[in-house]
């Protein structure tokens, strides 16, 4: 390309030459017209110089060459084909210097005959043209089959010199007399023919692989007439034309020819040309070898012995090639047939394997014609649809199918019809002649087009197991295991899609929490609690709508969500509630009532399924305070209801930061010995129970009824608990430094923390730390507390230890005299609600039950609670060894329980 993008001259030139526009081969007739025409006027004599016979060959040959040379230059060509034109260019160019070669010679001899200079040249370029036909690749696969074709030519190159020696050579070169000139120039042509012909028989046995078939043709044919025509020069006249003056112009428009009819196929690359596959057969030698024994039988009439001797070589050598032929055929026929046998002892076994395994299968196989009628049915049916496969054949396939799935499947059918390459794949429901169905995977194919099937293959997998078991799996990842009611998740949901569905002022949450379900999961065990959970589902899904959805958040709590539903629609739906609540639940020999606090909460347009959730939780809450009101008590949400709930949130996150800055501190009230000596007089307390106090610093004084239940629902009283421990026993232990008479320490524990697996680990580890003797740690533990077994254990572990357990506010709680069995409890702590009526007539029958059980049972008793002498007096009577009170002593600090041993000291010091 120039700079300007414009071809280059030469490239022009070409193109417009060798291009679509048949410039070459009009030039070429051109030149084969003129060619024969001064042949024609030379014939009888020569009418002017012989030089200029030779030059139509010269012209033709460049232009053949330059033709045959363009093909292989071109990048689009593959390499094989590019290299075997360049040769054969080559090869035509070496014919035309053979061609001014021959001219030069006629200027100083008109009468002359090929000589050796252009003798040479001509051999050249038929060794260059024999090479190029010998490195065309073949395209024959394996040894064999290349060998059989090397022989098959030897055998037609064979006959056809036999016939060129017979005929042509022998008698030209007895009519020259042994001529050197002759010999060779006769030579020369035999090489040449002999070499055409190799080339028409590897086009006629192979065609080309990498070469166009119909440019190899037009190229042997080219050949041929080159050869041919030149045979006969040495038995013409002296001063006559050569036959090559005809021969090579029509040659070269042959070569031509071959030339375009590579470009017009191009193969792009490496690629080779696809040929249709053809049988390995040619009646090619076997016309040799019987043109051979004709020309044997022609010279047996001869009286020339060398003659004769000569065709009877010639024929045992085609014998030989092909006894040669006959053997390797026999062989590759005994392989092909021994491969044939083992290919068909295989195929018999895979048949036999592919029927056993279509004849066992549990898959369903079936084949239908086009117009869905079963053709063929696998023993599957049996089991998927209740009757044999014989009496399958023969009927629509839509007689298997679930009368629901018929449109979907044959909306597959036609799919696979319209798209033969494509399989579908998709699911449907089979029906079995009991009526019921089975679900199954179907692979569809369209095998129409192979004569071995010829219908449309489906294989029908069973997924009905596969189906339940994801359709349980679905259930039980939306559901509550235990209810089998929609589960958080789920439930969330189905509130979110009625938001957007309707209006959200018709739509409404309603939040159900069981009162004192806990205690009868405490008291009756878990096995009665979940009964009376099944219970109380079983009795919401009774009282709600139809469509209604009805879940269980988990625990006790539960939620309703009522769709296009008003007040009017809510308050029917609560009232089912309480009537189906109202009837008793009988539990495994217990007959219980249900009662329930009910939160409502309303759709808005902002709400969110969590914000629902949330307002009806605080109707709940609300709903739960008012224990006053009926068993079944309900109370829709209002801004209002909020204030509390956020006041929690505040003091939540208020206990947060004072334990994290220490905002608490301990004080101490006194227990006394009942019969001992008065505090006031010069007295000490046995023990002290230590108490919490918070000094908030905005709020001042947070009473511990307000924040000692949220500490426990948070957790936050495990963290505050290790600190009060730890404060305490610090301080237990500077009394003991300076007082002997140091009272016992009493610590509070909650069920919260003692279900802490490390929590007997953390107890040991402060007592460590500071170095107070166990002995002198009392954890006060209440009744509750008694009743979860991972608290009971750690009991056990602090029991262990050496710490005693006092069990407070006894004869309040759930606890029995199995409990005090069961847990190793060292104290009694008499509940202050018995300890105020102790000094009633009818109060003072449990006080003195109470201290007679502790005396049978070895325990200490404290009688807590004590205001009045007449209390402190009473109890004393009945033989409680310890009191405490506000009439000994308030909650005080450190120092005053140190001014109190100090002065205890001194009263003893006195005495």
Known sequence: MTGSGRPRPAARLRDAVFGPSHADVITQVVIVVVAWGWFALNVRGPVGPAALGWVPNLCSAVLAGAALWTVGADPRVNRAAARFWRYLGAGTLLVGLGSVVRGVQAIADPAGRIGAVDGVVFLAAVLLEGWALLRLPLGLEGRPRRVTFLLDACTVVAAGGLFLWQFWLRPSLAQEGGNRTAFFTGLVTLVVVLLALFAIVKVALTGGSTVDRAALR?????????????????????????????????????????????????????????????????????????????????????????????????????????????MLTFQENARLVARLDAGMVELGDRERRFRSLVQNASDLITVTDAEGILTYVSPGATRLLGLPAEQWPGRPAADMLYVDDVGEVLAAYERVIRE?????????????????????????????????????????????DARDFQQRLSHQASHDALTDLANRS??????????????????????????????????????????????????????????????????????????HADAAAAQTVIARIAAAFDEPVDVDGHRLRLAASI?????????????????????????????????????????????????????????????????????????????????????????????????????????????????????????????????????????????????????????????EADFAADVSRVLTATGLAPHRLTVEITETATLHPSCVQSVHALRALGVRISLDDFGTGHSSLSTLQSCPVDEIKLDRAFTGTCTAP?????????????????????????????????????????????????????EQIAALLEAGKAYAAAR
């Open 490 to 563: 789920l439930f969330g949901e189905r509130v979110s899609e009625a938001l957007s569905a309707g209006p959200p002022e018709r739509l409404r949450v309603l939040l159900i929490d069981l009162n004192e379900f806990k205690t009868v999961n405490d008291t009756l065990g878990h096995a009665v609690g979940d009964a009376l959970l099944v219970a109380a589902a079983n009795r919401l899904r009774s009282a709600v709508r139809r469509g209604d959805i009805v879940a269980r958040l988990g625990g006790d709590e539960f939620a309703i969500l009522l769709e």
């Open 420 to 464: 033969p390459d494509a399989p579908v794949v998709f699911q449907a429901r089979l029906a079995h002649i009991d009526g019921s169905w089975r679900w199954t995977e179907i692979t569809m194919a369209n095998l129409l087009h192979d004569p071995g099937v010829a219908g449309i293959v489906c294989n029908s997998r069973d997924v009905t």
């Open 218 to 326: 037009w190229f042997g044919l080219a050949i041929v007439i080159g050869a041919l025509a030149s045979a006969p020069e040495a038995l013409l006249p002296p001063g006559a034309p050569s036959p090559s003056q005809l021969a090579v112009p029509l040659s070269c428009l042959f070569a031509v020819f071959a030339a375009r009819c590579e470009r017009r196929t191009r193969p792009a690359g490496d690629a080779t040309v696809v040929r249709a596959r053809r049988r390995p057969f040619s009646v090619m030698p076997y016309v040799a070898v019987a043109a051979g024994n004709v020309l044997l039988l022609y010279v047996m009439t001869s009286d020339d012995a060398g003659e004769r001797l000569g065709v009877a070589v010639g024929v045992v050598i085609l014998a030989v090639l092909v006894v040669a032929r006959q």
């Open 842 to 894: 009818a109060g003072r029958t449990v006080a003195a039950a109470v201290i007679q059980m502790a005396r049978a049972l070895r325990l200490t008793a404290v009688a807590e609670g004590i205001e009045t002498e007449a209390q402190a007096q009473r109890l004393r009577d009945l033989g409680y060894p310890h009191g405490q009170g506000y009439h000994f002593a308030k909650p005080q600090p450190p």
């Open 599 to 755: 939160g409502v909460a309303l759709g808005t347009v902002a709400a969110t399924p969590q914000e629902l959730l949330r307002r009806a939780d605080v109707a709940m809450y609300a709903a739960k305070a008012d224990r006053d009101g009926p068993r079944i008590r309900h109370v829709d949400y209002a801004a209002p209801l909020d204030v509390p709930v956020r006041a929690r949130a505040t003091l939540e996150r208020d206990l947060r930061t004072g334990i994290d800055e220490e905002q608490f501190s301990v004080v101490y009230q006194p227990i006394v010995a009942l019969d001992g000596v008065d505090l006031a007089a010069g007295g000490v307390p046995a023990m002290v129970e230590a108490l919490v106090r918070w000094e908030h610093p905005d709020r001042g004084t947070v009473p511990p009824a307000d924040f000692i239940p949220v500490a426990e629902s948070t957790g936050l009283i495990v963290p505050l608990g290790r600190w009060i421990l730890e404060q305490t026993c610090r301080q237990a232990v500077q009394w003991l430094a300076v007082y002997d008479a140091a009272p016992r320490l009493s610590v509070n524990v909650s069920a919260r923390q003692l279900q």
